[in-house]
């Protein structure tokens, strides 16, 4: 509820898409070890995918979801069914009154943080966040909403599920056509159900919202407290802060600016930053904890006819009440394309990411790029080929490797 979600541009109607695949992919280090202990196989991959996108009277918003079924040629691991997914969708049952809100992640995460992401070091957690939304007119500009959410986060394997049962209000103003103000407050109470109670903590957060929302720029800003009592342990809180700003440069050419400094624990974190799942250090063995986050991204867009250009780069550094995890992570990615042809692109892609663990003193460095050809043999059907190479770097005792990886992918769409 308390997230910042910047929709999507809306469609005309209700558009559904569907994506078949096979593919092979050879590793030369499939469990990402240290020198003189890798081990090779290949992964042999069917995929289904579907996607949802709609701005209705009665529904709005989008949905998309991926199953793999993966098969290693040599056994190193047990075949396993693998989804990934997402959903952000609003039934309208009074338009302008009342709707239910519903979002979804389906996603892969890590289980050890200062391990490898391989195949043995992940498992799937499931979000799921539901709830009505109230608006009452007071009159004029003024509004007055309220809504209530039940979270549920599962784990395929650990016994960090939990639950969440919140409610907020919130008192609005709207001046003019492009600028709003909200006066919120966020009340919340999360379960583990599978740990002790003492692990049980209430929350409130209360904050203003000023939305501005122009021909070319998009900004929301939130500055308030959090408060949070916990079973076991000193209550805690602190000042609650965040800003999304969004900039169209030109017509091909989007800039995005994120910066926060707040209270957050797993299940908000999936839930408000979709697109980075497996790449999150909220592993599973901190999945309990609350921490406190400030983090800064960058992200640029830029796309042509002739090619594109996706930049991001993150700053964020985390302060876990009870886990030994805090950190300081430093990320950079780049997908650079090029068409090289009525039917190919090329695209050059990279990534580079370092850990700085405060208890430890560890300092993790991963890197990874590559090389991908798209080629269309017809319309709706496509032949991936990909070349990349990953490594990691560490000053820790265990960790480091160095893996090579080439992928060949059939896929079609409909």
Same mark, same amino acid.
């Given at each position: 509820?308390?997230?910042?979600?910047l929709?999507p541009?809306?469609?005309?109607?209700?558009?559904?898409?569907?994506?078949?695949?096979?593919?092979q992919?050879h590793?030369?280090n499939?469990? &990402?070890?240290?020198?003189g202990?890798?081990?090779?196989?290949?992964v042999?991959?069917?995929?289904?995918?579907a996607q949802?996108?709609?701005?209705?009277?009665?529904?709005?918003?989008?949905a998309?979801?991926?199953?793999?079924?993966? +098969?290693?040629?040599?056994g @190193?691991?047990?075949?396993?069914?693998?989804g990934?997914?997402s959903?952000?969708?609003?039934?309208?049952?009074a338009?302008?009154?009342?709707?239910w809100q #519903?979002?979804?992640?389906?996603?892969?995460?890590?289980?050890r943080?200062?391990?490898?992401?391989?195949?043995?070091n992940?498992?799937?957690?499931?979000?799921?966040?539901?709830?009505p939304?109230? &608006?009452l007119r007071l $009159?004029?500009?003024r509004?007055?909403?309220a $809504?209530? %959410?039940?979270?549920?986060?599962?784990?395929? &394997?650990?016994?960090?599920?939990?639950?969440?049962?919140?409610?907020q209000?919130?008192?609005?103003?709207?001046?003019?056509?492009?600028?709003?103000?909200?006066?919120?407050?966020?009340?919340?109470?999360?379960h583990?159900?599978? &740990?002790?109670?003492?692990?049980?903590? =209430?929350r409130?957060?209360?904050?203003?919202?000023?939305?501005l929302?122009?021909?070319?720029?998009?900004?929301v800003?939130?500055?308030?407290?959090?408060?949070?009592?916990?079973a076991? $342990?000193?209550?805690?809180?602190?000042?609650?802060?965040? #800003?999304?700003w969004e900039?169209d440069?030109?017509?091909?050419?989007?800039l995005?600016?994120?910066?926060?400094?707040?209270?957050?624990?797993?299940?908000? =974190?999936?839930?408000?930053?979709?697109e980075?799942?497996?790449?999150?250090?909220?592993?599973?063995?901190?999945?309990?904890?609350?921490?406190?986050?400030?983090?800064?991204d960058?992200?640029i867009? +830029?796309?042509t006819?002739?090619?594109?250009?996706?930049l991001?780069?993150?700053?964020?550094?985390?302060e876990?009440?009870?886990?030994?995890?805090?950190q300081?992570? @430093?990320?950079?990615?780049?997908?650079?394309?090029?068409?090289?042809?009525?039917?190919?692109?090329?695209?050059?892609?990279g990534? +580079?990411?370092?850990?700085d663990?405060d208890? @430890?003193?560890?300092?993790?460095?991963?890197?990874?790029?590559?090389?991908?050809? %798209?080629?269309r043999?017809?319309?709706s059907?496509e032949? %991936?080929?990909?070349?990349?190479?990953?490594?990691?770097? @560490?000053?820790g005792?265990?960790g480091?490797?160095?893996?090579?990886?080439?992928?060949?992918?059939?896929?079609?769409?409909?």
């Open positions: 509820m308390a997230g910042m979600l929709w541009p809306a469609v005309t109607a209700l558009d559904t898409a569907w994506e078949l695949g096979v593919s992919e590793s030369d499939i469990q &990402r070890n240290p020198e202990q890798e081990v090779a196989d290949v042999r991959t069917g995929s289904l995918g949802l996108q709609a701005d209705r009277s009665y529904l709005e918003g989008q998309e979801v991926r199953v793999d079924y993966l +098969h290693y040629r040599e @190193t691991f047990n075949d396993e069914v693998r990934q997914g959903a952000d969708l609003t039934w309208h049952i338009p302008e009154r009342l709707s #519903l979002q979804e992640r389906l996603a892969v995460v890590e289980e943080s200062t391990e490898p992401l391989s195949p043995g992940r498992q799937q957690v499931n979000v799921f966040s539901t709830g939304d109230y &608006r $009159g004029g500009s509004f007055l909403d $809504g209530a %959410r039940y979270t549920d986060l599962r784990y395929s &394997r650990s016994d960090n599920d939990s639950q969440r049962v919140g409610v209000f919130q008192v609005g103003y709207r001046p003019s056509p492009v600028l709003e103000n909200r006066l919120i407050l966020d009340m919340t109470r999360t583990f159900p599978q &740990r002790a109670s003492t692990r049980d903590y =209430d409130q957060d209360l904050y203003g919202r000023i939305s929302r122009g021909a070319t720029t998009r900004t800003a939130d500055l308030g407290v959090t408060s949070i009592q916990r076991a $342990g000193d209550d805690i809180g602190g000042a609650l802060a965040r #800003l999304a900039r440069l030109t017509a091909v050419t989007e995005r600016v994120n910066l926060a400094g707040e209270y957050s624990n797993t299940a908000s =974190d999936l839930l408000g930053r979709p980075e799942p497996a790449r999150d250090p909220a592993a599973v063995e901190s999945a309990a904890d609350v921490f406190f986050a400030r983090r800064g960058i992200g867009r +830029h796309e006819p002739r090619g594109s250009l996706a991001d780069l993150l700053v964020e550094d985390r876990y009440e009870e886990a030994p995890l805090d300081l992570r @430093t990320q950079a990615s780049l997908i650079l394309g090029v068409v090289a042809g009525p039917r190919s692109r090329l695209e050059l892609f990534y +580079h990411a370092a850990y663990y208890a @430890t003193e560890r300092r993790d460095v991963d890197r990874e790029g590559g090389l991908r050809l %798209r080629y043999l017809r319309r059907l032949v %991936r080929l990909e070349g990349a190479r990953a490594e990691r770097m @560490t000053n005792d265990t480091e490797y160095q893996e090579n990886r080439v992928l060949l992918e059939l896929s079609y769409r409909g």
